[in-house]
């Protein structure tokens, strides 16, 4: 299941704004989506998109009639993910990691058959993938999202130790924007 937004100017990546404007920030927000759309896809796993701020119709007209499009409903970011997991097994992921490809998703969802948790952790202390064998609501609850301890603050809440897959970075902050001069 991936996660992303409609890349309306001045909702999306509003953290790049002031190294990129408005629009700037929404348009790399659309690229990095379209990646993480094809990186899923390539995967050969059952993928949907799950979407907020724009009607379904508009996501389909952009990224393929093809996919399942599901709306991600009100609540923060704990609140949308647990509706997502509430039907594991799921490999969840965001549209911001550059450096994702099919591999990692394929990786993931193999491990969660030997494993009730796979999780890839992010280089800014989140994490970029978490795949859950059965429901685990309590992951998301009292999470604060956008820090440097949400990944440790999840394997925390964990009873057993989660298969940990490699670090990858996110695309959030203006300092990020050096390590992918491309996009």
């Known amino acids: 299941m991936l996660f992303t937004r409609w890349p309306e100017p001045g909702r999306a990546k509003t953290r790049l704004i002031p190294a990129l404007g408005a629009d700037g920030a929404a ?5 990095l989506t379209e990646r993480a759309v094809a990186a899923c896809c390539a995967s050969g796993l059952k ?6 701020g724009a009607p379904l119709a508009d996501f389909a007209a952009w990224l393929g ?8 409903g009100d609540g923060d970011l704990g609140a949308r ?9 799921v490999v969840l992921v965001g549209a911001d990691i550059p450096d994702l490809t099919a591999g990692h998703l ?3 969802a193999a491990a969660l058959a030997d494993a009730p948790v796979v999780i890839g952790p992010a280089e800014d202390g989140g994490y970029w993938l978490l795949g859950l ?7 998301f609850e009292g999470v604060a999202w956008g820090t440097s ?7 925390a809440k964990l009873a057993v130790p989660p298969v940990t897959l490699e670090t990858l970075a996110d695309l959030d902050r ?3 924007l050096a390590k992918w001069p491309a996009l």
């Open 27 to 31: 348009a790399l927000h659309r690229r």
């Open 47 to 52: 993928v949907e998109v799950w979407v907020t």
């Open 65 to 72: 009639e093809h996919l399942l499009l599901v709306e991600q």
């Open 81 to 89: 993910l647990a509706r997502a997991a509430a039907t594991a097994p």
């Open 106 to 108: 394929r990786r993931a």
């Open 133 to 139: 064998a059965a429901p685990m609501p309590p992951l």
């Open 149 to 155: 301890t949400v990944f440790a603050d999840t394997v």
């Open 174 to 176: 203006p300092d990020d």
